[in-house]
């Protein structure tokens, strides 16, 4: 299999994290460095990372945290600010599945399954993310509110259709599925209501329920397994196919599950995730 697979079923990185790697020469295979992420390798034991051997990877797991503010989605900081990795309290090495903002609080997902989180990341799975946005500008009008649905214009392309409601004159739910960067920050500056407070309900099939600020916890095999069936389900078509459905097939995993929403409208023009 491919280096960079081999990597992140290990659990050293996400799939892109773990190219990065073997790009940066800090793999060795057999003893000798190598650079080429899609170097066909089957044996973890010929591999080290770091001059450290790879070790055959353990049992995958997932974790929901409720990210508090001021806290960084990363697994380190340059500059010793709280992680969300150290906030989940296992012995497995784990890294969050994409970011939120250092301000953004609610549902993030920790794993150290790295073909998971490259799945539930990538732009080309289209997984829905759900957003609690309070906002200024005055009450939120119907126009902002259709403008958001439509895609509005920002300075990386216009976003896909999402999903808006009202919730209250000074909120907005928001469901998107690109993952761009401040990208809910800059829809709602985009028609008017700069955010106040921004807050992910959602992930996919999960839903942030009744976690508390700083609380984690092991997601289930069943809603491990809604999640795996959410990434399936939108795998990559072969190449001259048709764009796969969005990513919101899978069925709600538990009592967690988020409230049923109607499929997010197809994706037009994603832009990767940095
Ligand atoms: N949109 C944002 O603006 N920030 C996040 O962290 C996530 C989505």
Redesign the pocket.
Known sequence: MRLAKLLALAGVASRRASERLVREGRVAVDGRTVTDPALDVEEFARVSVNGAPLREPGPRVVYALNKPPGVVSTARDPQRRTTVVSLVDSPLRLYPVG???VD?TGLILLTNDGELAHSLTHPRFRVP?T?RAVVGGGPVSEAALRALRAGVELDDGRTAPARARRLADDTIQLT?HE?R??????MCAAVGHP?RR?E?VAFGPLALGGLAPGQSRRLSEAEVAALRALAAAAAPAPAGAAAPAPATAAAPASATAAAPEPAARRATGSVPRS
Do not use: A, F, M
Request: a positive charge; aromatic letters at 6%.
């Open positions: 970011r939120l903002d953004v993310r957003y998107i993952g960067k401040r990208q809910v920050k800059r955010v921004l992910r």
